[in-house]
């Protein structure tokens, strides 16, 4: 990939978001960040992204899972979603149905996944409209 890859992060704890940009740092990144739904999906309808990484729950009246139904009922263009959050299996079927390309728990951050699983989602583009 000639160009830098940009993620989304939409999660809550600003430690949380710096974990998540320090995991990626091997990969050469724009980052920009949603500390809550209405927030995402505002960056989702302005800036060209390659990866959300999203964490379910935030804060407000929508969780990660409300912004994915949201983002696609308004028709916007979702690119490839990973999910990170501490909501392990509550969420993770719905999540699946909902497009979303891999589901992994904060603790234990499986850092070379993580970044394995970016490089991949952005070099093969959305899969999930």
Known sequence: M???IGVLIVEDGEDWRQNIK???????CSFFEA?????ALAL??????????????LPGS?????VLRKAKSDGIRLPPV???TAQRAHYEKEATELGVREYFSK??????????AVFEAA???????
């Open 22 to 28: 320090d995991a990626l740092s091997g990969l050469d």
């Open 2 to 4: 000639n160009r830098r």
């Open 82 to 84: 990973i999910v990170m």
């Open 123 to 129: 070099t093969s583009g959305a899969d999930n409209e």
């Open 107 to 116: 603790y234990g951050l499986p850092v070379k996944k993580l970044r394995e």
């Open 44 to 57: 989702l309808r302005q800036q060209p992204l390659d990866v959300v990484v999203l964490d379910i729950g």
């Open 62 to 66: 929508m969780n990660g899972l409300d």
């Open 35 to 39: 500390a809550e739904g209405q927030a």
